[in-house]
């Protein structure tokens, strides 16, 4: 990656880089919808499937740790001990962003513990459903996208902090 990228653009590359992610879950979640049985094996044997394995292990954490990093890489681009932020306005900074990271976190937590009780309750009653269409166009999507996503704020959050806190203040 070029050093030259500003952090708008890494947020943006990380935004993009998400977005590509589901809208490539929303296309093979309507391939599984609309394919029978029989095409439905033959996609398994297709050469295009093993790259949607690439998605969710691949590009949905580097798009998190992308915007993570430009959180980082804002922070650097400020500069150490800005004069025009107080000491309290570069630690709020710090806090929002670990804040924000667990709350994501715990949610993706929360999400993907309960993820699997309710597809099994919609899916055992046996015919669709609108709750389970948005929970498989909308809650897995965002299962797979808030919990790398808090995962790799809270480190960018200490990074933050110690960026913004100078030379000077750091501890030996």
């Keep these: 990656m070029?050093?030259?990228l500003s952090a708008r653009a890494i947020l943006w590359l990380g935004i993009g880089t998400i977005t590509f992610s589901v809208l490539c879950q929303l296309a093979l979640d309507v391939v599984w919808r609309v394919a029978s049985t029989e095409s439905g094996n033959t996609l398994l044997d297709s050469w295009w499937y093993p790259l949607f394995q690439f998605v969710p292990t691949v590009l949905i954490p580097l798009g998190s740790m992308l915007i993570a990093a430009s959180f980082v890489a804002h922070a650097l681009e400020r500069g150490p001990g800005v004069d025009s932020?107080?000491?309290?306005g570069?630690?709020?900074s710090a806090a929002w962003l670990f804040w924000i990271g667990l709350i994501l976190t715990v949610l993706g937590l929360v999400v993907s513990a309960s993820l699997q009780d309710w597809l099994t309750d919609l899916n055992s009653?046996?015919?669709s459903?609108?709750?389970l269409d948005a929970l498989n166009l909308v809650v897995i999507p965002l299962r797979m996208i808030i919990l790398p996503l808090g995962l790799a704020l809270l480190p960018a959050a200490v990074l933050v902090k110690k960026v913004l806190a100078g030379p000077g203040q750091?501890?030996?």
């Design 2 to 4: 070029p050093a030259n």
């Design 85 to 88: 932020l107080p000491e309290r």
């Design 90 to 92: 570069r630690a709020s």
């Design 125 to 127: 009653q046996g015919r």
């Design 129 to 131: 459903s609108l709750a």
């Design 170 to 172: 750091l501890p030996r």
